[in-house]
Protein backbone atom coordinates (compact mmCIF):
# COMPACT_ATOMS: atom_id res chain seq x y z
CA UNK A 1 0.00 0.00 0.00
CA UNK A 2 1.48 3.16 -1.20
CA UNK A 3 2.02 5.63 2.46
CA UNK A 4 1.33 9.18 2.84
CA UNK A 5 4.46 11.37 2.35
CA UNK A 6 6.13 14.42 3.63
CA UNK A 7 5.76 16.01 0.50
CA UNK A 8 1.57 15.02 -0.25
CA UNK A 9 1.18 17.13 3.42
CA UNK A 10 3.31 20.15 2.20
CA UNK A 11 0.72 20.13 -0.89
CA UNK A 12 -2.12 19.67 1.67
CA UNK A 13 -1.02 22.85 3.69
CA UNK A 14 -0.75 25.05 0.54
CA UNK A 15 -4.44 23.72 -1.10
CA UNK A 16 -6.36 24.20 2.62
CA UNK A 17 -4.61 27.44 3.37
CA UNK A 18 -7.21 29.42 2.55
CA UNK A 19 -9.80 27.46 4.43
CA UNK A 20 -7.86 26.60 7.61
CA UNK A 21 -6.61 28.15 10.99
CA UNK A 22 -2.86 28.16 11.66
CA UNK A 23 -3.89 27.31 15.36
CA UNK A 24 -1.73 28.27 17.92
CA UNK A 25 0.48 26.24 19.74
CA UNK A 26 -0.01 27.32 23.55
CA UNK A 27 2.55 27.16 26.49
CA UNK A 28 0.96 25.99 29.57
CA UNK A 29 2.70 27.06 32.64
CA UNK A 30 -0.10 24.78 35.11
CA UNK A 31 0.56 21.37 33.40
CA UNK A 32 4.51 22.09 32.78
CA UNK A 33 4.86 22.58 36.38
CA UNK A 34 2.99 19.48 37.15
CA UNK A 35 4.73 17.36 35.19
CA UNK A 36 8.25 18.29 35.17
CA UNK A 37 8.24 19.43 31.57
CA UNK A 38 7.77 21.91 28.89
CA UNK A 39 3.89 21.28 27.83
CA UNK A 40 2.64 22.98 25.05
CA UNK A 41 -1.35 22.55 23.62
CA UNK A 42 -1.70 22.39 19.97
CA UNK A 43 -5.06 24.29 20.49
CA UNK A 44 -7.01 22.62 17.27
CA UNK A 45 -10.09 23.22 19.59
CA UNK A 46 -9.63 26.44 18.26
CA UNK A 47 -10.10 25.26 14.23
CA UNK A 48 -12.80 26.40 12.37
CA UNK A 49 -15.28 24.20 13.35
CA UNK A 50 -14.04 23.42 16.46
CA UNK A 51 -11.77 20.84 15.32
CA UNK A 52 -9.19 19.53 13.12
CA UNK A 53 -11.49 17.81 11.09
CA UNK A 54 -11.61 20.61 8.12
CA UNK A 55 -7.87 19.98 7.44
CA UNK A 56 -8.84 16.45 6.01
CA UNK A 57 -12.10 17.39 4.72
CA UNK A 58 -10.74 20.47 2.68
CA UNK A 59 -8.01 18.38 1.71
CA UNK A 60 -9.95 15.59 0.02
CA UNK A 61 -12.44 17.76 -1.31
CA UNK A 62 -9.96 20.21 -3.26
CA UNK A 63 -7.93 17.56 -4.28
CA UNK A 64 -11.42 15.93 -6.13
CA UNK A 65 -11.69 19.44 -7.55
CA UNK A 66 -8.42 19.57 -9.13
CA UNK A 67 -8.58 16.48 -10.58
CA UNK A 68 -11.85 17.67 -11.96
CA UNK A 69 -14.02 15.71 -9.92
CA UNK A 70 -15.95 17.39 -7.38
CA UNK A 71 -19.21 15.99 -6.95
CA UNK A 72 -22.28 17.80 -6.30
CA UNK A 73 -22.77 16.08 -3.17
CA UNK A 74 -20.41 13.66 -0.84
CA UNK A 75 -21.84 11.31 2.40
CA UNK A 76 -19.87 10.24 5.15
CA UNK A 77 -20.20 9.11 9.16
CA UNK A 78 -18.79 10.56 11.83
CA UNK A 79 -19.31 10.88 15.67
CA UNK A 80 -19.54 14.66 15.15
CA UNK A 81 -16.68 16.57 14.78
CA UNK A 82 -15.42 15.02 11.04
CA UNK A 83 -19.38 15.68 9.58
CA UNK A 84 -19.55 19.66 10.83
CA UNK A 85 -16.02 19.68 9.00
CA UNK A 86 -17.19 18.16 5.52
CA UNK A 87 -20.58 20.16 6.06
CA UNK A 88 -17.62 23.21 6.77
CA UNK A 89 -16.16 22.70 3.09
CA UNK A 90 -18.94 21.77 1.14
CA UNK A 91 -20.38 24.66 2.19
CA UNK A 92 -17.41 26.52 0.89
CA UNK A 93 -17.25 24.49 -2.31
CA UNK A 94 -20.59 24.22 -3.24
CA UNK A 95 -21.24 20.24 -2.10
CA UNK A 96 -24.30 19.32 -0.55
CA UNK A 97 -23.43 16.71 2.16
CA UNK A 98 -25.43 14.02 3.78
CA UNK A 99 -23.92 12.30 6.87
CA UNK A 100 -24.40 9.02 9.29
CA UNK A 101 -23.99 9.81 13.20
CA UNK A 102 -24.64 7.97 16.39
CA UNK A 103 -28.16 8.35 18.38
CA UNK A 104 -26.11 9.25 20.81
CA UNK A 105 -24.37 12.12 19.53
CA UNK A 106 -23.41 14.89 21.52
CA UNK A 107 -26.20 17.94 20.86
CA UNK A 108 -22.99 20.06 20.43
CA UNK A 109 -22.24 18.52 18.00
CA UNK A 110 -25.63 17.48 16.03
CA UNK A 111 -25.89 22.09 15.98
CA UNK A 112 -22.91 21.69 14.89
CA UNK A 113 -23.34 20.12 11.76
CA UNK A 114 -26.83 21.86 11.80
CA UNK A 115 -24.83 25.20 11.31
CA UNK A 116 -22.91 24.37 8.68
CA UNK A 117 -26.41 22.51 6.68
CA UNK A 118 -25.53 19.52 6.96
CA UNK A 119 -27.89 16.96 6.66
CA UNK A 120 -27.94 14.23 9.42
CA UNK A 121 -29.49 10.89 9.55
CA UNK A 122 -28.78 9.16 13.12
CA UNK A 123 -27.74 5.83 12.90
CA UNK A 124 -26.44 2.98 15.22
CA UNK A 125 -24.87 1.68 12.08
CA UNK A 126 -22.71 4.28 11.05
CA UNK A 127 -20.39 3.20 8.21
CA UNK A 128 -23.28 1.12 6.56
CA UNK A 129 -25.48 3.65 6.38
CA UNK A 130 -23.14 5.78 5.47
CA UNK A 131 -22.35 3.62 1.93
CA UNK A 132 -26.13 3.08 1.70
CA UNK A 133 -26.42 6.88 0.90
CA UNK A 134 -23.94 6.73 -1.38
CA UNK A 135 -25.26 3.45 -3.31
CA UNK A 136 -28.76 5.76 -3.00
CA UNK A 137 -26.90 9.47 -4.32
CA UNK A 138 -24.71 7.96 -6.78
CA UNK A 139 -21.80 9.73 -5.11
CA UNK A 140 -18.58 9.66 -3.34
CA UNK A 141 -17.87 8.95 0.28
CA UNK A 142 -15.35 11.02 2.31
CA UNK A 143 -14.56 8.85 4.90
CA UNK A 144 -13.50 10.20 8.11
CA UNK A 145 -9.90 8.58 8.26
CA UNK A 146 -9.25 6.08 6.01
CA UNK A 147 -8.35 8.09 2.60
CA UNK A 148 -5.17 9.01 1.74
CA UNK A 149 -6.19 12.67 1.42
CA UNK A 150 -7.87 13.17 4.74
CA UNK A 151 -4.32 11.50 6.14
CA UNK A 152 -2.27 14.42 4.57
CA UNK A 153 -4.77 17.01 5.54
CA UNK A 154 -4.41 16.19 8.96
CA UNK A 155 -0.73 16.05 9.07
CA UNK A 156 -0.47 19.84 8.55
CA UNK A 157 -1.00 19.73 12.01
CA UNK A 158 2.51 18.01 12.59
CA UNK A 159 3.84 20.24 9.72
CA UNK A 160 2.67 23.21 11.75
CA UNK A 161 3.94 21.96 15.58
CA UNK A 162 7.35 21.30 13.79
CA UNK A 163 7.24 24.90 12.08
CA UNK A 164 6.89 26.32 15.64
CA UNK A 165 9.01 24.54 17.32
CA UNK A 166 12.59 23.31 16.65
CA UNK A 167 12.90 20.31 18.82
CA UNK A 168 9.77 18.54 20.42
CA UNK A 169 10.51 15.90 22.47
CA UNK A 170 7.16 14.08 22.35
CA UNK A 171 3.80 14.43 20.81
CA UNK A 172 0.75 13.54 21.69
CA UNK A 173 -1.91 12.33 19.61
CA UNK A 174 -5.70 11.19 20.32
CA UNK A 175 -6.73 8.08 18.51
CA UNK A 176 -9.78 7.24 16.82
CA UNK A 177 -9.60 5.52 13.46
CA UNK A 178 -5.76 6.73 12.95
CA UNK A 179 -5.83 9.57 10.26
CA UNK A 180 -4.07 12.13 13.02
CA UNK A 181 -1.89 10.63 14.35
CA UNK A 182 -0.53 8.68 11.32
CA UNK A 183 -0.69 12.06 8.96
CA UNK A 184 1.45 13.95 11.96
CA UNK A 185 3.77 11.07 12.59
CA UNK A 186 4.11 10.98 9.31
CA UNK A 187 5.31 15.19 9.14
CA UNK A 188 7.40 15.00 12.11
CA UNK A 189 9.53 11.75 10.94
CA UNK A 190 10.28 14.03 8.23
CA UNK A 191 10.86 17.68 10.04
CA UNK A 192 11.85 16.44 13.83
CA UNK A 193 13.14 12.49 13.48
CA UNK A 194 13.98 12.10 16.82
CA UNK A 195 10.87 13.21 18.34
CA UNK A 196 8.44 10.56 19.14
CA UNK A 197 5.03 10.56 18.39
CA UNK A 198 2.58 8.41 20.91
CA UNK A 199 -1.17 7.76 19.88
CA UNK A 200 -3.74 7.57 23.11
CA UNK A 201 -7.12 5.66 22.55
CA UNK A 202 -9.39 5.10 25.32
CA UNK A 203 -9.34 1.39 26.87
CA UNK A 204 -12.76 1.58 26.21
CA UNK A 205 -12.97 1.91 21.98
CA UNK A 206 -8.95 1.19 21.45
CA UNK A 207 -9.61 -0.17 17.51
CA UNK A 208 -6.09 0.69 16.75
CA UNK A 209 -4.07 -1.02 19.72
CA UNK A 210 -6.07 -3.97 19.16
CA UNK A 211 -5.37 -4.34 14.90
CA UNK A 212 -1.61 -3.87 15.80
CA UNK A 213 -1.76 -6.98 18.06
CA UNK A 214 -3.69 -8.75 15.81
CA UNK A 215 -2.12 -7.52 12.52
CA UNK A 216 -5.01 -6.84 11.00
CA UNK A 217 -8.44 -4.33 10.92
CA UNK A 218 -10.29 -5.74 14.07
CA UNK A 219 -14.21 -4.06 13.87
CA UNK A 220 -14.74 -4.10 17.71
CA UNK A 221 -17.66 -4.91 19.09
CA UNK A 222 -20.73 -2.31 20.36
CA UNK A 223 -19.55 -1.69 24.17
CA UNK A 224 -20.00 0.90 26.68
CA UNK A 225 -19.87 4.19 25.27
CA UNK A 226 -16.25 6.49 26.35
CA UNK A 227 -16.67 9.73 27.17
CA UNK A 228 -14.19 10.41 24.51
CA UNK A 229 -16.86 10.51 21.87
CA UNK A 230 -14.81 11.79 19.25
CA UNK A 231 -12.41 8.75 19.80
CA UNK A 232 -15.12 5.56 19.12
CA UNK A 233 -14.30 4.62 15.37
CA UNK A 234 -15.48 1.32 15.10
CA UNK A 235 -12.47 0.36 13.86
CA UNK A 236 -9.40 2.32 12.41
CA UNK A 237 -8.67 2.01 8.40
CA UNK A 238 -6.15 0.22 6.68
CA UNK A 239 -4.35 3.22 4.85
CA UNK A 240 -4.17 4.44 8.78
CA UNK A 241 -2.51 1.22 10.36
CA UNK A 242 -0.07 1.02 7.35
CA UNK A 243 1.01 4.70 8.21
CA UNK A 244 0.70 4.23 11.86
CA UNK A 245 2.86 1.06 11.55
CA UNK A 246 5.65 2.91 9.77
CA UNK A 247 5.55 6.19 11.34
CA UNK A 248 4.00 5.72 15.20
CA UNK A 249 6.26 5.20 17.88
CA UNK A 250 3.67 3.57 20.24
CA UNK A 251 0.18 3.95 20.34
CA UNK A 252 -1.41 3.31 24.39
CA UNK A 253 -5.22 3.34 26.19
CA UNK A 254 -6.51 5.33 29.05
CA UNK A 255 -9.14 4.06 31.11
CA UNK A 256 -12.30 6.48 31.42
CA UNK A 257 -11.67 7.93 35.11
CA UNK A 258 -8.24 9.00 34.06
CA UNK A 259 -9.91 10.57 30.45
CA UNK A 260 -12.43 12.36 32.70
CA UNK A 261 -10.11 13.33 35.62
CA UNK A 262 -7.70 15.37 33.06
CA UNK A 263 -10.82 16.77 30.78
CA UNK A 264 -11.74 18.91 34.40
CA UNK A 265 -8.17 19.58 35.23
CA UNK A 266 -6.89 20.62 31.44
CA UNK A 267 -9.75 23.01 30.55
CA UNK A 268 -8.82 25.17 33.99
CA UNK A 269 -5.05 24.68 33.55
CA UNK A 270 -5.48 26.08 29.73
CA UNK A 271 -8.30 27.93 29.82
CA UNK A 272 -9.54 26.14 26.79
CA UNK A 273 -13.04 24.97 26.04
CA UNK A 274 -11.95 20.82 25.41
CA UNK A 275 -14.11 17.93 24.56
CA UNK A 276 -12.96 14.62 25.98
CA UNK A 277 -11.43 13.20 23.35
CA UNK A 278 -8.59 16.08 23.28
CA UNK A 279 -7.18 15.28 26.36
CA UNK A 280 -6.42 11.61 26.05
CA UNK A 281 -3.11 12.25 26.05
CA UNK A 282 -2.59 14.32 29.48
CA UNK A 283 -4.43 11.28 31.12
CA UNK A 284 -2.08 9.15 29.75
CA UNK A 285 0.84 10.87 30.84
CA UNK A 286 -0.77 10.94 34.52
CA UNK A 287 -1.44 7.23 34.22
CA UNK A 288 2.23 6.11 33.55
CA UNK A 289 1.27 4.46 30.30
CA UNK A 290 3.72 7.08 28.23
CA UNK A 291 6.93 8.60 30.36
CA UNK A 292 7.46 11.87 30.68
CA UNK A 293 10.99 13.15 29.82
CA UNK A 294 11.86 14.86 32.22
CA UNK A 295 12.74 18.60 31.12
CA UNK A 296 11.94 17.85 27.62
CA UNK A 297 9.31 19.53 25.85
CA UNK A 298 5.64 17.98 25.27
CA UNK A 299 3.12 18.57 22.90
CA UNK A 300 -0.95 17.48 23.67
CA UNK A 301 -2.65 17.87 20.37
CA UNK A 302 -5.87 18.81 21.89
CA UNK A 303 -8.32 18.05 19.27
CA UNK A 304 -11.33 19.58 19.44
CA UNK A 305 -13.91 21.74 21.46
CA UNK A 306 -17.15 20.78 20.66
CA UNK A 307 -18.78 19.59 23.77
CA UNK A 308 -21.26 21.25 26.94
CA UNK A 309 -18.67 22.00 29.45
CA UNK A 310 -18.13 19.69 32.43
CA UNK A 311 -20.24 20.44 35.32
CA UNK A 312 -19.21 20.85 38.60
CA UNK B 1 -1.18 64.99 35.15
CA UNK B 2 1.28 63.12 33.03
CA UNK B 3 -0.37 61.12 31.21
CA UNK B 4 1.35 57.30 30.07
CA UNK B 5 2.41 58.18 26.16
CA UNK B 6 2.72 55.01 23.25
CA UNK B 7 6.50 55.23 24.61
CA UNK B 8 5.97 54.23 27.78
CA UNK B 9 3.86 51.06 26.73
CA UNK B 10 7.16 50.37 24.18
CA UNK B 11 9.23 50.39 26.88
CA UNK B 12 6.46 47.78 29.17
CA UNK B 13 6.65 45.37 26.01
CA UNK B 14 10.17 45.11 26.23
CA UNK B 15 10.34 45.24 29.49
CA UNK B 16 8.11 42.62 30.35
CA UNK B 17 8.78 39.97 27.23
CA UNK B 18 10.24 37.36 29.56
CA UNK B 19 7.30 37.04 31.51
CA UNK B 20 4.27 37.61 29.39
CA UNK B 21 3.00 35.24 26.92
CA UNK B 22 2.39 36.96 23.24
CA UNK B 23 -1.83 36.19 23.16
CA UNK B 24 -2.93 34.53 19.65
CA UNK B 25 -5.66 37.09 18.09
CA UNK B 26 -8.28 34.80 17.22
CA UNK B 27 -10.64 35.00 14.23
CA UNK B 28 -14.25 34.02 15.39
CA UNK B 29 -16.51 32.93 12.47
CA UNK B 30 -19.75 32.38 14.12
CA UNK B 31 -19.88 35.84 16.16
CA UNK B 32 -18.69 36.98 12.65
CA UNK B 33 -21.57 35.55 10.73
CA UNK B 34 -23.96 36.68 13.39
CA UNK B 35 -22.59 40.48 13.36
CA UNK B 36 -22.01 40.94 9.97
CA UNK B 37 -18.25 42.09 10.24
CA UNK B 38 -15.32 40.31 11.03
CA UNK B 39 -14.73 39.94 14.64
CA UNK B 40 -11.39 38.65 16.45
CA UNK B 41 -10.72 37.51 20.20
CA UNK B 42 -7.76 38.79 21.60
CA UNK B 43 -7.29 36.37 24.19
CA UNK B 44 -5.98 37.31 26.95
CA UNK B 45 -7.81 34.09 29.12
CA UNK B 46 -4.67 32.47 27.68
CA UNK B 47 -2.26 35.14 29.45
CA UNK B 48 0.38 33.31 31.69
CA UNK B 49 -2.41 33.34 35.04
CA UNK B 50 -5.37 33.51 33.28
CA UNK B 51 -5.54 37.40 32.66
CA UNK B 52 -3.81 40.44 31.17
CA UNK B 53 -2.78 41.43 35.12
CA UNK B 54 0.53 39.87 34.73
CA UNK B 55 1.13 42.89 31.88
CA UNK B 56 0.91 45.60 34.34
CA UNK B 57 2.17 43.59 37.63
CA UNK B 58 5.29 42.83 36.27
CA UNK B 59 6.09 46.02 33.97
CA UNK B 60 5.25 48.14 37.70
CA UNK B 61 7.75 45.56 39.38
CA UNK B 62 10.28 45.78 36.51
CA UNK B 63 10.60 49.25 36.45
CA UNK B 64 10.91 49.23 40.18
CA UNK B 65 13.57 46.91 40.07
CA UNK B 66 15.67 49.12 37.15
CA UNK B 67 15.37 52.60 39.64
CA UNK B 68 17.03 50.12 42.12
CA UNK B 69 13.82 50.56 44.19
CA UNK B 70 12.33 46.51 44.38
CA UNK B 71 10.96 45.99 47.42
CA UNK B 72 11.04 42.69 49.51
CA UNK B 73 7.06 43.20 50.08
CA UNK B 74 4.35 44.31 48.34
CA UNK B 75 0.76 44.63 48.71
CA UNK B 76 -2.19 45.13 46.47
CA UNK B 77 -6.15 44.34 46.72
CA UNK B 78 -8.13 42.67 43.95
CA UNK B 79 -10.65 40.84 42.79
CA UNK B 80 -8.68 38.17 42.17
CA UNK B 81 -6.95 37.92 38.74
CA UNK B 82 -4.52 41.56 39.40
CA UNK B 83 -4.08 39.38 42.99
CA UNK B 84 -2.75 36.66 41.02
CA UNK B 85 -0.46 38.28 38.66
CA UNK B 86 1.18 40.44 41.17
CA UNK B 87 2.19 37.32 43.09
CA UNK B 88 3.14 35.47 39.88
CA UNK B 89 5.64 38.65 39.04
CA UNK B 90 6.79 38.71 42.64
CA UNK B 91 7.65 35.16 42.45
CA UNK B 92 9.86 35.75 39.24
CA UNK B 93 11.49 38.66 41.09
CA UNK B 94 11.81 37.26 44.62
CA UNK B 95 9.17 39.82 46.01
CA UNK B 96 6.34 38.48 49.09
CA UNK B 97 3.19 39.84 47.97
CA UNK B 98 -0.32 39.71 50.49
CA UNK B 99 -3.39 41.29 48.77
CA UNK B 100 -6.79 41.90 50.29
CA UNK B 101 -9.70 40.27 48.47
CA UNK B 102 -13.39 40.08 48.59
CA UNK B 103 -15.50 37.23 50.81
CA UNK B 104 -17.19 36.72 47.62
CA UNK B 105 -14.09 36.45 45.97
CA UNK B 106 -14.48 33.27 43.18
CA UNK B 107 -13.16 30.28 44.33
CA UNK B 108 -10.97 30.02 41.21
CA UNK B 109 -9.07 33.46 41.70
CA UNK B 110 -8.54 32.13 45.46
CA UNK B 111 -6.66 28.89 44.51
CA UNK B 112 -5.31 30.53 41.21
CA UNK B 113 -3.18 33.68 43.94
CA UNK B 114 -2.11 30.80 46.69
CA UNK B 115 -0.88 28.66 43.74
CA UNK B 116 1.56 31.54 43.06
CA UNK B 117 2.16 31.97 46.49
CA UNK B 118 0.58 35.05 46.97
CA UNK B 119 -1.14 35.45 50.83
CA UNK B 120 -4.74 36.25 50.81
CA UNK B 121 -6.45 38.94 53.48
CA UNK B 122 -10.65 38.38 52.75
CA UNK B 123 -12.50 42.03 53.48
CA UNK B 124 -14.98 44.07 52.10
CA UNK B 125 -12.88 46.84 52.41
CA UNK B 126 -10.52 46.17 49.76
CA UNK B 127 -8.76 49.17 49.39
CA UNK B 128 -8.99 50.51 52.72
CA UNK B 129 -7.42 46.39 53.94
CA UNK B 130 -4.41 47.25 51.01
CA UNK B 131 -3.46 50.58 52.58
CA UNK B 132 -3.57 49.56 56.47
CA UNK B 133 -0.83 46.20 55.29
CA UNK B 134 1.01 48.38 53.65
CA UNK B 135 1.61 50.52 56.77
CA UNK B 136 1.85 47.82 58.62
CA UNK B 137 4.60 46.21 56.65
CA UNK B 138 6.18 49.66 55.83
CA UNK B 139 6.02 48.29 51.79
CA UNK B 140 4.76 49.50 48.81
CA UNK B 141 1.18 49.12 47.44
CA UNK B 142 0.98 47.86 43.87
CA UNK B 143 -2.47 49.15 42.81
CA UNK B 144 -4.66 47.04 40.47
CA UNK B 145 -5.25 49.93 38.39
CA UNK B 146 -4.52 53.35 39.26
CA UNK B 147 -0.57 53.71 38.40
CA UNK B 148 1.01 55.18 35.10
CA UNK B 149 3.44 51.80 35.31
CA UNK B 150 0.05 49.35 35.26
CA UNK B 151 -1.55 51.28 32.84
CA UNK B 152 1.41 51.29 30.55
CA UNK B 153 2.11 47.62 30.99
CA UNK B 154 -1.52 46.77 30.10
CA UNK B 155 -1.07 48.89 26.81
CA UNK B 156 0.91 46.01 25.30
CA UNK B 157 -2.45 44.48 24.77
CA UNK B 158 -3.23 47.24 22.44
CA UNK B 159 0.11 47.24 20.69
CA UNK B 160 -0.58 43.20 19.97
CA UNK B 161 -3.37 44.01 18.29
CA UNK B 162 -2.20 46.72 16.07
CA UNK B 163 1.23 44.25 15.13
CA UNK B 164 -1.40 41.66 14.18
CA UNK B 165 -4.02 43.63 12.49
CA UNK B 166 -3.56 46.36 10.06
CA UNK B 167 -6.67 48.59 10.17
CA UNK B 168 -9.17 47.63 12.66
CA UNK B 169 -12.19 49.24 12.76
CA UNK B 170 -13.56 49.22 16.50
CA UNK B 171 -11.60 47.90 20.06
CA UNK B 172 -13.76 46.57 22.56
CA UNK B 173 -12.26 46.26 26.32
CA UNK B 174 -13.90 45.23 29.57
CA UNK B 175 -13.70 47.81 32.02
CA UNK B 176 -13.09 47.74 35.81
CA UNK B 177 -10.86 50.57 36.83
CA UNK B 178 -10.21 51.82 33.82
CA UNK B 179 -6.13 50.66 33.00
CA UNK B 180 -6.55 48.17 30.87
CA UNK B 181 -8.88 50.15 28.44
CA UNK B 182 -6.75 53.45 29.14
CA UNK B 183 -3.49 51.48 27.89
CA UNK B 184 -4.93 49.93 24.89
CA UNK B 185 -6.82 53.27 23.78
CA UNK B 186 -3.17 55.26 23.73
CA UNK B 187 -1.29 51.75 21.72
CA UNK B 188 -4.28 52.34 19.28
CA UNK B 189 -4.70 55.99 19.15
CA UNK B 190 -0.67 55.20 18.01
CA UNK B 191 -0.77 52.77 15.79
CA UNK B 192 -3.76 53.08 14.65
CA UNK B 193 -5.39 56.44 14.97
CA UNK B 194 -8.86 55.81 12.85
CA UNK B 195 -9.99 53.12 15.02
CA UNK B 196 -12.49 53.51 17.96
CA UNK B 197 -11.51 52.35 21.49
CA UNK B 198 -14.75 51.45 23.49
CA UNK B 199 -14.62 50.53 27.36
CA UNK B 200 -17.46 48.54 28.50
CA UNK B 201 -18.57 47.96 31.74
CA UNK B 202 -21.24 46.30 33.70
CA UNK B 203 -24.22 48.65 34.29
CA UNK B 204 -24.01 47.21 38.01
CA UNK B 205 -20.59 48.71 38.60
CA UNK B 206 -20.31 51.64 36.13
CA UNK B 207 -17.62 53.79 38.31
CA UNK B 208 -15.98 54.62 34.96
CA UNK B 209 -19.09 55.74 33.52
CA UNK B 210 -20.60 57.69 36.65
CA UNK B 211 -16.79 59.47 37.32
CA UNK B 212 -16.86 61.03 33.31
CA UNK B 213 -20.34 61.94 33.97
CA UNK B 214 -19.65 63.58 37.25
CA UNK B 215 -15.79 64.83 36.17
CA UNK B 216 -14.49 63.63 39.29
CA UNK B 217 -13.93 60.20 40.81
CA UNK B 218 -17.04 58.62 42.24
CA UNK B 219 -16.90 55.91 45.13
CA UNK B 220 -19.97 53.45 44.28
CA UNK B 221 -21.89 52.62 46.82
CA UNK B 222 -21.67 48.65 48.01
CA UNK B 223 -24.64 47.20 45.90
CA UNK B 224 -25.84 43.93 44.38
CA UNK B 225 -22.55 41.95 43.25
CA UNK B 226 -22.30 42.06 38.84
CA UNK B 227 -21.57 38.83 37.74
CA UNK B 228 -18.89 40.43 35.97
CA UNK B 229 -16.71 39.78 39.48
CA UNK B 230 -13.97 41.46 38.16
CA UNK B 231 -14.84 44.59 36.68
CA UNK B 232 -16.55 45.18 39.99
CA UNK B 233 -13.99 48.06 41.11
CA UNK B 234 -15.38 50.39 43.69
CA UNK B 235 -14.26 53.23 41.82
CA UNK B 236 -11.74 54.85 38.62
CA UNK B 237 -8.62 56.38 39.49
CA UNK B 238 -7.45 59.55 38.66
CA UNK B 239 -4.72 58.49 36.62
CA UNK B 240 -7.22 56.00 34.72
CA UNK B 241 -10.01 58.28 34.18
CA UNK B 242 -7.12 60.76 32.74
CA UNK B 243 -6.12 58.66 30.26
CA UNK B 244 -9.72 57.36 29.21
CA UNK B 245 -10.75 61.16 28.55
CA UNK B 246 -7.66 61.80 26.40
CA UNK B 247 -8.22 58.49 24.68
CA UNK B 248 -11.12 56.67 24.62
CA UNK B 249 -13.70 57.30 22.57
CA UNK B 250 -16.76 55.69 24.13
CA UNK B 251 -17.42 53.89 27.15
CA UNK B 252 -21.02 52.35 27.37
CA UNK B 253 -22.50 49.61 30.38
CA UNK B 254 -24.46 46.63 29.38
CA UNK B 255 -27.06 44.62 31.95
CA UNK B 256 -26.88 41.59 33.92
CA UNK B 257 -28.65 39.10 31.55
CA UNK B 258 -26.88 40.28 28.80
CA UNK B 259 -23.59 39.68 29.99
CA UNK B 260 -24.34 36.07 31.11
CA UNK B 261 -26.28 35.28 27.76
CA UNK B 262 -23.12 36.68 26.20
CA UNK B 263 -20.92 34.48 28.54
CA UNK B 264 -22.57 31.02 27.45
CA UNK B 265 -22.44 31.54 23.98
CA UNK B 266 -19.09 33.18 23.54
CA UNK B 267 -17.72 29.95 25.48
CA UNK B 268 -19.37 27.47 23.26
CA UNK B 269 -18.59 30.16 19.58
CA UNK B 270 -15.01 30.65 20.73
CA UNK B 271 -14.11 27.44 22.41
CA UNK B 272 -12.03 29.01 25.02
CA UNK B 273 -13.04 29.43 28.50
CA UNK B 274 -13.67 32.64 29.66
CA UNK B 275 -14.79 34.22 32.70
CA UNK B 276 -18.11 37.03 32.68
CA UNK B 277 -15.73 39.63 32.90
CA UNK B 278 -13.80 38.77 29.01
CA UNK B 279 -17.51 39.14 27.74
CA UNK B 280 -18.94 42.46 27.93
CA UNK B 281 -17.76 43.67 24.56
CA UNK B 282 -20.23 40.90 22.91
CA UNK B 283 -23.07 41.93 25.18
CA UNK B 284 -22.44 45.57 23.74
CA UNK B 285 -22.94 44.41 20.52
CA UNK B 286 -25.75 42.67 20.83
CA UNK B 287 -27.23 45.13 23.24
CA UNK B 288 -26.83 48.33 20.56
CA UNK B 289 -25.22 49.90 23.01
CA UNK B 290 -22.16 49.82 20.52
CA UNK B 291 -22.90 50.05 16.90
CA UNK B 292 -22.00 47.10 14.69
CA UNK B 293 -19.20 48.71 12.27
CA UNK B 294 -20.68 46.50 9.18
CA UNK B 295 -18.18 44.64 7.19
CA UNK B 296 -15.66 45.87 9.19
CA UNK B 297 -13.37 44.50 11.87
CA UNK B 298 -13.94 44.39 15.47
CA UNK B 299 -11.65 43.24 17.86
CA UNK B 300 -13.15 41.56 21.53
CA UNK B 301 -10.50 41.71 24.35
CA UNK B 302 -10.92 38.45 26.55
CA UNK B 303 -9.94 39.51 29.58
CA UNK B 304 -9.29 36.48 31.20
CA UNK B 305 -10.79 32.97 31.88
CA UNK B 306 -10.92 32.60 35.79
CA UNK B 307 -14.01 30.92 36.44
CA UNK B 308 -15.60 27.85 36.43
CA UNK B 309 -17.27 26.90 33.39
CA UNK B 310 -21.09 27.96 33.05
CA UNK B 311 -23.51 25.50 34.19
CA UNK B 312 -26.40 24.22 31.68
Redesign the interface.
Known amino acids: MELVSSDDIAAAARRIEPYV?RT?L??T??LSDELGCRVLVKAE??Q?T?SFKPRGACNTLLSWQEQGELPERVVTFSAGNHAAAVAYAGRHLGVTVTVSMPESAQQ?KVDNVR?YGGEIVLTDDLRGTCDRLAREYDCPALYPFDLPAVIAGQGTVGREICADLLEPDLVLVPVGGGGLVGGIATAIADAAPDCRVVGVEPALSNAVEQALAAHEVVRLPRGAPTIADGLAAPFAGEHTLAQIRRYVDDVVSVGERDIETAWRDM??A?????EPSAVVGLAALRAGAVPVPEGGTVVLVASG??A?????
Open positions: LPLHERNLHGARITTRLLLGNAPPRD
